[in-house]
């Protein structure tokens, strides 16, 4: 349950921003540039309002569905013991968190600085700090829950790879064993000797192929990988539905804002501002895009090696076994949804660009 004092914490600063902001906007500096007109203020509201609503949902969804958590990690631990490999050492995990605190603190710090200079004539730094300072800290935890989700779905992602490796294993170990079938049949049995004979000498163990016990595991682990990105699902679906809203207005805004300064004042500092916005809510957007387009990317690997391996000469039972891991993988896909409204892959962004040039040309219009 939400208790009272975390309502609190998450409110105020809510409240906070929308009144400083309210102050700010009030300047005629800033209003002859964010305020002039009756489509400009709509725009304006909603460029604000997609920062704000995204981190008061993410409080009351992460409360709420705590649940969802513990099935997640009780998931990933079944899925270890399962597969029983760990895996290996990435340095993608770093690169990602370092590159988004670092890109997005200069994204805030440059549009700071530029509010300073802008504003400072009208009333002192520390005023600026309060006005704005709730706003960032909201746009921040924003940028905090797309890495959780980030690392949510790399992780399951991770764990695909990994059962993919042991299915190529399985392949390796089902063509040597087969090699050494076919060599048995058109040698004779004194060279046949020979060569099992330099086998053990080089301490090299003939390999077999997988047993039904394996297969098993294989098919359990896929289908506890599908229950982790329902969790997902189920836990985040909300909170990621509002934050690419959020990226969809703001590449709407920020682009239309842009356009206004070029034609209306020209100032460097604000069209480098916007143009630095711009590519940050780009870069978001990829950050929730990506770990799912590459979950889908290794699934359809998965079907692959399942294939190779159904041709390979094996066991009756362990080839109905694989079909029955093949017909799972058609059936129980591991898909990321936006609250089930929309799949979450590379096909978004297109859908989203052909949006975002629709509403433009709507803007400029009526403009």
Not at 24 to 33: C, F, S
Not at 265 to 283: A, E, K, N, P
């Amino acid at each position: 349950m939400v208790t009272p004092r975390a309502t609190n914490a998450f409110i105020t600063p809510l409240i906070h921003s929308i009144c400083g902001l309210s102050q700010v906007y009030q300047l005629e500096v800033v209003y002859l540039i964010r305020m002039a007109n009756s489509t400009e203020r709509y725009v304006t509201f909603s460029d604000v309002s997609v920062v704000l609503f995204p981190s008061f949902f993410g409080v009351l969804m992460t409360t709420f569905k705590i649940d969802n958590y513990i099935d997640y990690y009780n998931q990933l631990r079944k899925i270890d013991t399962l597969l029983q490999k760990n895996p290996p050492k990435s340095k993608k995990y770093r690169v990602v968190l370092v590159t988004t605190v670092f890109f997005t603190a200069v994204i805030l710090i440059f549009d700071f600085v530029l509010w300073v200079q802008l504003t400072c004539p009208y009333g002192g730094i520390l005023s600026i700090v309060a006005s704005y300072l709730p706003y960032y800290t909201c746009y921040c935890f924003t940028v905090v829950m797309e890495l959780v989700y980030w690392q949510f779905v790399h992780t399951i992602k991770t764990k695909i790879m990994l059962l993919n490796n042991t299915l190529r294993e399985a392949i390796e170990d089902c063509s040597v064993d087969n090699f050494m079938r076919i060599d048995r049949k058109k040698i004779n049995n004194v060279v046949d000797t020979l060569k099992i004979h330099d086998l053990k000498k080089q301490n090299k163990p003939i390999k077999k192929t997988p047993n039904l016990q394996q297969i098993g595991d294989l098919i359990c682990a896929y289908e506890t990988l599908s229950e982790a990105a329902n969790s997902v699902n189920d836990c985040y679906g909300l909170v990621i539905l509002i934050v690419i809203l959020g990226c969809l207005i703001h590449l709407l805004v920020t682009p239309y804002a842009l356009y206004g300064l070029v034609l209306n004042t020209g100032d460097r500092m604000f069209i480098v501002s916007q143009s630095i916005w711009m590519f940050g809510h780009v870069l978001r957007l990829l950050l929730i895009v990506e770990p799912c387009h590459g979950c889908l990317i290794e699934q359809a690997n998965t079907s692959a090696l399942i294939c190779r391996l159904m041709c390979m000469e094996m066991d009756k039972q362990v080839k109905k076994s694989l079909k029955f891991f093949f017909l799972c993988l058609s059936q129980r896909k591991i898909e990321f949804t936006a609250f089930g409204l929309t799949k979450i892959n590379r096909e978004l962004l297109t859908g989203i660009a052909g949006a975002v040039t629709t509403y433009l040309v709507i803007l400029f219009q009526f403009n």
